[in-house]
T-cell receptor, first 115, second 117 residues
Framework: AQSVTQLDSQVPVFEEAPVELRCNYSSSVSVYLFWYVQYPNQGLQLLLK??????LVKGINGFEAEFNKSQTSFHLRKPSVHISDTAEYFC?????????????FGTGTRLTIIP | GAVVSQHPSRVICKSGTSVKIECRSLDFQATTMFWYRQFPKKSLMLMATSNEGSKATYEQGVEKDKFLINHASLTLSTLTVTSAHPEDSSFYICSARIPGGAADTQYFGPGTRLTVL
């Protein structure tokens, strides 16, 4: 079964500093990878996704992520964070099996931006 | 485009009553919808996959008779929590999948917070 590990449950960062949120997955097959953001009491919004092609993926709000197959990682980065980036971030994976529509989510990382 | 709504956004009910939560795809037809449960400070747990016109597929450990799912049309799926108890209090989120797409075409609703007294 798929699993997704987000090692950091909480990450405090000063405003305008860079941030990296880590995500590792376990899979022996090709995968689709996603990062979602959840603001308080809201649903999930897709930040970015990796399906194939370039390993560096750019998303909304200035975020980007790099797929590293050898390290089975998909870390999320932003060069300069803003107060509005305070939220919960979830990494998710779907393996490329026919008929498998399920997403497996990590436990989430709470990003807190310090003014 | 690709907007998913949920109703209600919040609901408080007494123990023993049933609660229905609606998930609607507003601008597309969704043959498949998913229901998730999120505990405080925890990740999303897939409860079931809802397919239009057929029975839902429940994940292991999810009680089918407790969490009734109906997907009667291409734009509406409902989750009914029957005989709710305080331990059912949670944040329930649905997502809808655009037909013919892969996992990347799941769009999430804003969630419903259920509190059972």
């Amino acid at each position: 079964a798929q699993s997704v590990t987000q090692l950091d449950s909480q990450v405090p960062v000063f405003e305008e500093a860079p941030v990296e949120l880590r995500c590792n997955y376990s899979s022996s097959v090709s995968v689709y990878l996603f990062w979602y953001v959840q603001y308080p009491n809201q649903g999930l919004q897709l930040l970015l996704k990796y399906l194939s092609g370039s390993t560096l993926v750019k998303g909304i709000n200035g975020f980007e992520a790099e797929f590293n197959k050898s390290q089975t990682s998909f870390h999320l980065r932003k060069p300069s964070v803003h107060i509005s980036d305070t939220a919960e971030y979830f990494c998710a994976v779907n393996d490329k099996l026919f008929g498998n529509e399920k997403l497996t989510f990590g436990t989430g990382t709470r990003l807190t931006i310090i003014p | 485009g690709a907007v998913v709504s949920q109703h209600p956004s919040r609901v408080i009910c007494k123990s023993g009553t049933s609660v229905k939560i609606e998930c609607r795809s507003l601008d597309f037809q969704a043959t498949t919808m998913f229901w998730y449960r999120q505990f405080p400070k925890k990740s999303l747990m897939l409860m079931a996959t809802s397919n239009e016109g057929s029975k839902a597929t429940y994940e292991q450990g999810v009680e089918k008779d407790k969490f009734l799912i109906n997907h009667a049309s291409l734009t509406l799926s409902t989750l009914t929590v029957t005989s709710a108890h305080p331990e059912d209090s949670s944040f329930y989120i649905c997502s809808a999948r655009i037909p013919g797409g892969a996992a990347d075409t799941q769009y999430f609703g804003p969630g419903t917070r259920l509190t059972v007294l």
